[in-house]
């Protein structure tokens, strides 16, 4: 009796740890879905392309635009040319497993949340074709696994943070037409000889000078020509 006593006790022990488990796939689960709901509530919506984003289900792994992986952890979120327009909320950082984050082609306004540096796990971040003001923050070159940052026709103001030049898996740096000031720092142009990065444009600010790789394989560097006085 003894040993089934321990037997019954191992395994409601198991059951427990099984139950905890479920629970706390379910509470990840649910955070994500209030982090993206709460996202929602900030963005207008007339198009109604978020119409699904429901808070009462599950989790949002069923929404439309929102991919998850088989942990039911949103991996994926595509909102292209949606017509949506507001704010990214700060909140956005704590979807940890994110990573590919489209908004591209929207009117999306305010400044890129420097929360977003915290999504480790991203490889694209396209924020192009919106109307972001503000910094560039310095915290998204904590992402290493960053292959494409493409911020391209906003209204982003500041310097090019010299930290990006930590992203060596970036393939295409895409900042131009936006409002950038200072140079473009050594440690980013230094991405095209030491890293992955094929292309960097930075066309159309107000940058003052002008960057060339010698670099035999191909590598692109799109500025502005140098302006003379005279």
Known sequence: ????QAMATQSGAALLLAGLLALATIASSNTEGDILYMQRQAWRDPNNVLRSWDPTLFNPCT????TCNSDNSVTRVDLVDAGISGTLIPELGGLKNLQYLELFTNNISGSIPTTLGNLTSLVTLDLYDNLLTGAIPASLANIRTLRFLRLYRNKLSGGIPARLGRLMKLVKLNLEDNMLTG????EVLSLLL???LAELNVANNNLAGTGQSSEPRMAVVIQDA???TG
């Open 1 to 4: 009796s003894g040993l089934l």
């Open 183 to 186: 140079t473009v720092p050594l």
């Open 226 to 228: 140098l302006k003379t």
């Open 194 to 196: 030491v890293g992955d």
């Open 63 to 66: 929404w439309l635009h929102v």
